[in-house]
């Protein structure tokens, strides 16, 4: 008898207070729940989840596994950083990829940590397009700290590269180098290199396109530069750079490609010897190297031996200098109008358009009216001899 009179005296209240006042949208509902309330226990993981779901775009099981990471206890913070990343034009492709690979970025305080970095990447004129690339591929440059890593780091990078234009190229190429700590590897390689007399040219251009390089520890940096010196280059001249770049990777590229110059008969001594005219005829691509190799021996009958005392010609395009001008050439051999004893592969390769098209097209046109079509691609060499 007690129990029923309670229930009759205090469940119409209860249930009038619970389901008679005025109501809400479910979404002002949804807002005001998490913004007022601390989640806890397994109501936090399920509610986690469900916005790294529907609001960063991540798959089910991909947000479980964040979820260990990072726990939601309100939507101020993550929907203020989500609302940054979209002003600076991240996409959601961007974005799901950024908190993916770092859950705790939700958690951030959008104006206090992120935007003043945000800010100062885009004055020194990265572009947000590339700044979202970037940054979606390393989110973890957003833990950095401004004042004490990415500034001190961009300084130093800008006395050395000399402009903001090339510090941006080496956050295109290298965006890791701005979370690193300069002074363990960076300061002392390049210290090494000036006082080896190494131009600032050089040091620009090594820093800007080969920052990894410099990125090794002093000992095996040292034991780099060492072995460039041993092979004769001259510290004052760009092909030192490039010898450096070339011989770095030397367990991977530089085999691949020594294997594929042998296989067309080159000995040690060519290769040595080419590597030692053109460093960088050691880091093209072996399907290049073959390539090219097949055309100017196969098809137009160069001797390997000229080959290997000109290998900047595997630094040129194949298809838009090489394969045009020999063909032009090959048909003058042909007919009798050039000897080839006469002929130097650099003065056909290297030579500017206008030089090339003076010297070996217009001069023969009255002779051989279709050498132009020949240099432009319309008709095979083979078919008018």
């Not at 990415?150 to 050395?160: A, D, E, G, H, M």
């Not at 510290?235 to 770049?245: D, G, I, Y």
């Amino acid at each position: 008898m007690a129990l029923n009179y309670i229930f009759r005296k205090t469940l119409p209240s209860a249930f009038s207070r619970l389901f008679c006042r005025p109501r809400f949208p479910v979404e002002a509902l949804q807002n005001q729940w998490f913004c007022t309330t601390r989640l806890t226990g397994s109501s936090s993981d399920d509610f986690t989840v469900s916005y790294l779901v529907n609001s960063c775009g991540l798959s089910p099981e991909a947000a479980i596994k964040a979820s260990h990471k990072v726990k939601l206890q309100s939507l101020v913070k993550p929907d203020s950083v989500l609302a940054l990343l979209r002003e600076y034009e991240f996409s959601d492709s961007q974005i799901s990829t950024v908190v993916r690979r770092y859950p705790r970025l939700v958690l951030a305080d959008g104006k206090k940590t992120l935007l003043p970095k945000l800010a100062f990447f885009c004055s020194i004129g990265m572009s947000r397009l590339d700044l979202a690339r970037t940054l979606s591929y390393n989110p973890i440059l957003f833990t950095r700290s401004l004042k004490n890593c990415i500034i001190p780091c961009y300084t130093f990078l800008r006395s050395v590269v000399l402009s903001d234009f090339k510090v941006v190229n080496i956050w295109k190429r290298h965006s890791w180098i701005f979370g690193a700590i300069l002074s363990k590897n960076v300061i002392p390689n390049i210290g090494l290199l000036r006082e080896l007399g190494v131009p600032q040219s050089s040091i620009t251009l090594l820093v800007t396109y080969h920052a990894e390089i410099v990125m090794r520890k002093p000992e095996s940096f040292s034991e780099l530069v060492g072995e460039v010196e041993q092979l004769g280059f001259d510290p004052q001249k760009s092909s030192f750079v490039h010898a450096m770049h070339a011989l770095y990777g030397k367990k991977t590229t530089w085999r691949r490609n020594e294997e594929a110059y042998r296989r067309w008969g080159w000995s040690d001594n060519d290769i040595l010897s080419a590597f030692r005219l053109c460093p960088l005829c050691m880091i093209k691509s072996e399907k290049k190297i073959m390539e090219t190799m097949d055309f100017l021996v196969n098809k137009m009958g160069w001797k390997l031996g000229k080959l290997a005392k000109f290998p900047y010609v595997f630094l040129y395009s194949l298809e838009k200098r090489i394969i045009p001008r020999c063909s032009v050439v090959r048909v003058l051999l042909l007919k009798g109008l050039m000897k080839e004893d006469k002929l130097s592969l650099a003065t056909i390769i290297t030579t500017s358009e206008k030089y090339f098209l003076n010297m070996f097209v217009t001069r023969y046109l009255d002779r051989v009216p279709q050498l132009s079509n020949v240099y432009q691609g319309k008709a095979k060499y083979s078919l008018i001899l």
